[in-house]
């Protein structure tokens, strides 16, 4: 006997984009993994309205849903999709206003795949792609609620992004929240590919920089939409040395940037990486990573124990100071979600 799924059904069909007959891509993959540069290609695609910023839709759409008056709602909800184009989103915003008042208990997921498929044919466009980090944390939802929705996951190896994140930051947390996250999305990531093996793409940053063409011509494939090498012609975006910045003199993908970690980390921030890091899919995806064979001294792996030890607290303490500032319940409520995915609930 099937599980009940009168409380789904409802926004399975609601969250159809009927007008669009391409549907919508979702790029997602940790900090510094070729989300933005991905989104550009898309940039290049003529049909394609890719929205390069990252909005905030899923991490507040319980909240949205609360808004009881449909003027308020649809605002809100336009501001969290953070549209660059001014103009494009204050024609989107009165649409969504007209659009809710209308239809008043339309559900807070549906008003945003309505906003968007407003926005994708008012541009002229026949399909929508957006990238952020957080996308793999709702994956499941995505997926499950959007029938014609795909999701591309960009896989790096954790070595390099703390590497970059210690370029771009070296103040800020650079191992224990953001290697759980890491492992928590990869879990999260092996399980939807055996789930929505037609509709979730992973692919690792190493080779799409090492071999653009062959890695872009699989992922429009998974699209269903021919593939040009023009649109490979992009700025070398996000460089981790300087601020986010999504231009560049230099142009097309750059792989000078492949595990240069053991240029900026020190033996004992290594160390710290591999015990905080998940084995199995690390020597799946990653059986040949340069700094394998290396000989580790005592001393360094009891430093890296120690600092291992020690991060929670500093960690917790960021955590605590993030909650005083503004929209205190959101953040309350993400932190116990990225609780509970950690420890190894669902990925709803």
């Given at each position: 006997m099937t599980e009940p799924t009168s409380q789904l059904e409802p926004a399975i069909n609601k969250a159809n984009t009927d007008q669009l007959e391409i549907g919508p891509l979702?790029?997602?993959g940790r900090q510094h993994s070729g989300n933005t540069v991905t989104a550009c290609v898309f940039e290049r695609v003529a049909n394609c309205l890719?929205?390069?910023?990252?909005?905030?839709f899923f991490e507040q759409r319980s909240l949205i849903d609360r808004i009881k008056d449909p003027t308020e709602r649809a605002k809100r909800l336009v501001d969290l999709l953070k549209f660059?184009?001014?103009?494009?989103?204050d024609r989107t915003k009165h649409w969504l206003i007209d659009w809710q008042n209308k239809t008043p208990d339309a559900s807070a997921l549906d008003c945003y795949c309505q906003a968007m498929q407003f926005a994708t044919l008012d541009s002229g466009k026949e399909f929508w792609v957006r990238r952020a980090t957080s996308y793999i944390f709702y994956a499941q939802e995505i997926l499950?609620?959007?029938?014609?929705?795909?999701?591309?996951?960009?896989?790096?190896?954790?070595?390099?992004?703390?590497?970059?994140?210690?370029?771009?930051?070296?103040k800020r947390d650079r191992y224990l929240g953001w290697v759980i996250s890491w492992n928590r999305g990869m879990r999260i990531a092996l399980d939807l590919e055996k789930k929505f093996p037609d509709r979730f793409l992973m692919?690792?940053?190493e080779d799409m920089v090492s071999m653009p063409e062959q890695v872009f011509k699989e992922i429009f494939n998974f699209m269903g939409l021919p593939f040009s090498e023009d649109y490979l012609n992009v700025p070398h975006v996000n460089r981790s040395e300087k601020e986010y910045t999504r231009t560049s003199e230099?142009?097309?993908?750059?792989a000078s940037r492949l595990y240069y970690y053991k240029e900026v980390l020190k033996p004992v921030e290594i160390q710290v990486v591999d015990m905080l890091t998940w084995k199995e899919p690390m020597n799946e995806y990653y059986p040949d990573m340069?700094?394998?064979?290396d000989v580790i001294s005592l001393s360094t792996r009891i430093l890296a124990l120690l600092t291992v030890a020690w991060s929670p607290f500093p960690f917790a303490w960021r955590q605590f100071r993030v909650l005083f500032e503004d929209d205190m319940l959101w953040r309350l409520k993400r932190l116990f979600r990225r609780v509970?995915?950690?420890?190894?609930?669902s990925s709803r």
């Open positions: 979702f790029i997602c890719s929205v390069n910023v990252e909005g905030l660059e184009d001014e103009e494009l989103a499950t609620l959007m029938p014609k929705a795909r999701v591309l996951y960009l896989l790096r190896n954790p070595h390099d992004v703390c590497a970059s994140k210690k370029r771009r930051n070296s692919k690792r940053y230099k142009r097309g993908f750059n340069p700094h394998r064979d509970a995915l950690v420890l190894g609930g």
